[in-house]
């Protein structure tokens, strides 16, 4: 196994990196450029669709350990069918957007195949104990794996977050994978890993490209259907996979929820995220990045102790997701009420002294 790791982390790199560069400049010769505008978080216009050298890696990396036997068919089939459909609507939003509700079909679509093939999710694991969900628990998975596909691309607003989350997140997952057995996925996750750290270093502030849907989208969507598998292979609960992404899950959905109470067009971009609004009361694009990564290191650590005290699973998960939503909603109140800068963010306009582009 440390082997085959080497050798994917020692590929995956290397690719993603070089990929990154040349989608880079396809971006600059061909126009895909982010324009900023009121609800952006950078000065001026960045390429974007760099994430299409992660989904190429993950992609064609995903079904060259499928056929070398390292990953098993029905996950190779999984994530390389409908993350093909993900990352395609994804490039092609970037060049121009597409219309919300093709975008939502094909993410439904997309997880709806990924549930087909993993064999949907009949139980779910709660510690010790199985909760039996039957035909719900499908309907369940499809919604869940769609709202990660789109939950990862809102969380993609500034330098290095979502592909640092996505390193932090996939190595933790290897290593628990790998210590409880499960090879097949660990390798997909270390792949996952490595295509990440490849683009990160085109990333990191200030950033020389940016994700764009194509690749956000697509990490998304691997981590939902990775969630899915392990659930159902018994090598990690899907709750563990919830714990891991809590920063994102947590930001993402309040601020959603938020969003639908106030009667806002929740669809459409904005600027309301707490990680948004902290870059701009002063904190940098590194210093968010930098945050989000050290709360990951606990979040991991966190999972450590479920997979070693599988009856404080529940408590632990509910403990850690409550303490996030503490800090968010204490973050984005005392943002929103703070002097002189309520009116600003209200209306989602720039703070100029906030410099950096978006991630």
Known sequence: MVFNALVILGMAIPAAYLLTGWARD?????????????RSSHPKATPRGGGLAIAFVLLAGTTLLGLSGLA??????AIAGGGLLVAAVGWFDDRSSRPVALRVFTHLAAAAWAVFWLGGLPTLRLGNNL??????????????????????????????????????????????????????????????????VGFLAWNLP????????VGSGLLGYVFGVSALYSERSGSLPALIWVLLLGVFIVDATATLIRRVL?????FEAHRSHAYQMLTRTGLTHGGMTGLVVAVDSLL????????????????????????LALVWLILTERVLTGSGKSSALASNRPDPKIPGPRG
Not at 31 to 38: E, F, I, W, Y
Not at 72 to 77: A, D, F, K, S, T
Not at 262 to 266: A, D, Q, S
């Open 206 to 213: 200030p950033a020389k490209v940016f994700m764009g849907d």
């Open 26 to 38: 396809y971006a600059v010769r061909n126009g895909v450029l982010d324009v900023p505008n009121a």
């Open 300 to 323: 991991a650590f966190l999972a450590w102790l479920c997979i070693r005290y599988p009856n404080a699973v529940l408590a632990i998960e509910a403990a850690a997701l409550s303490c």
């Open 131 to 196: 909760l039996r969900l039957g035909v719900l628990g499908d309907l369940m998975a499809v919604l869940a794996i769609a709202w990660l596909v789109n939950l990862y691309n809102f969380m993609d607003g500034i330098d290095g977050l979502a592909a640092s989350e996505a390193v932090a997140v996939a190595a933790t997952a290897g290593v628990l994978l790998a210590t409880g057995g499960d090879t097949g996925l660990a390798t997909v996750s270390l792949l996952i890993a490595g295509a990440a």
């Open 262 to 266: 106030r009667g806002e067009r929740w």
């Open 72 to 77: 098993p068919r029905r996950l190779v089939v």
